[in-house]
């Protein structure tokens, strides 16, 4: 069974860009949230999707969007690129059983210069 | 409001030792569920144990332990018999009734297992 796949792995932008980062969660499961990881703050929880609907959002600007598609893959999207941007960003999937356990992504690194 | 406080930012752990990772938390969510997870250097958040507040008993799986004490509000987690691939973060981390499948993460605590 495949695990929780992240694209890029890697990525380097500019200030002023704007970002996309995509999230397959493992097959079967509905529920996909995201998390940014940063060195100062920590792991903060951005949003969580389920079928395809935002349910639960963390405290950050409108600059972090996402989306869930009818398969369960997600996109977040970061506009308008700030440095302290520049973090782990972790997707999650769950199938919401008796745990809810969330089984995470190797997550995309994104460096804003 | 939820917060996870781990009070050790680094632990140091022979081979072969058994190890205990601190984790406190405060919430005032009725029902809540208590996770540990181990992130090594590649960034991957791997869940090892899981505790509903309402379990009656510890949690286990293999060589991971959780000692649960509901009242001192407390969650720490047990590594017996350590291993060198043991060494990673380690994050305690909470969701409660109201937060949906949010988890709320402690800063966590990097653990070294010497030979």
């Known amino acids: 069974k495949a695990g929780v796949t992240q694209t890029p792995r890697y990525l380097i932008k500019t200030r002023g860009q704007q970002v996309t980062l995509s999230c397959s969660p493992i097959?079967?499961?509905?529920?996909v949230s995201w998390y940014q990881q940063t060195p100062g703050q920590g792991l903060q929880f951005l949003f969580e999707y389920f079928s395809e609907t935002q349910r639960n959002k963390g405290n950050f600007p409108g600059r972090f969007s996402g989306r869930q598609f009818s398969n369960s893959r997600s996109e977040m999207n970061v506009s308008t690129l700030e440095l302290g941007d520049s973090a782990l960003y972790l997707c999650?999937?769950?199938?919401?059983?008796?745990?809810?356990?969330?089984?995470f992504g190797e997550g995309s690194r994104l460096t804003v210069l | 409001a939820q917060k996870i406080t781990q009070t050790q930012p680094g632990m140091f752990v022979q081979e072969k030792e058994a190890v205990t990772l601190d984790c406190t938390y405060d919430?005032?969510?009725?029902?809540?569920?208590l996770f540990w997870y181990k992130q090594p250097s590649s960034g991957e958040m791997i869940f090892l144990i899981y505790?509903?507040?309402?379990?009656?008993q510890n949690a286990t799986e293999g060589r991971y332990s959780l000692n649960f004490q509901k009242a001192r509000k407390s969650a720490n987690l047990v590594i017996s018999a350590s291993q060198l691939g043991d060494s990673a973060m380690y994050f305690c981390?909470?969701?409660?009734?109201?937060?949906?499948?949010?988890?709320?993460f402690g800063k966590g605590t990097s653990l070294l297992v010497t030979p």
């Open positions: 097959s079967g499961h509905r529920s």
């Open positions: 999650a999937s769950s199938s919401l059983g008796d745990t809810g356990e969330l089984f």
């Open positions: 505790q509903g507040s309402y379990d009656q």
């Open positions: 919430t005032s969510d009725p029902s809540y569920g």
């Open positions: 981390a909470m969701r409660g009734l109201n937060s949906g499948y949010a988890l709320n």
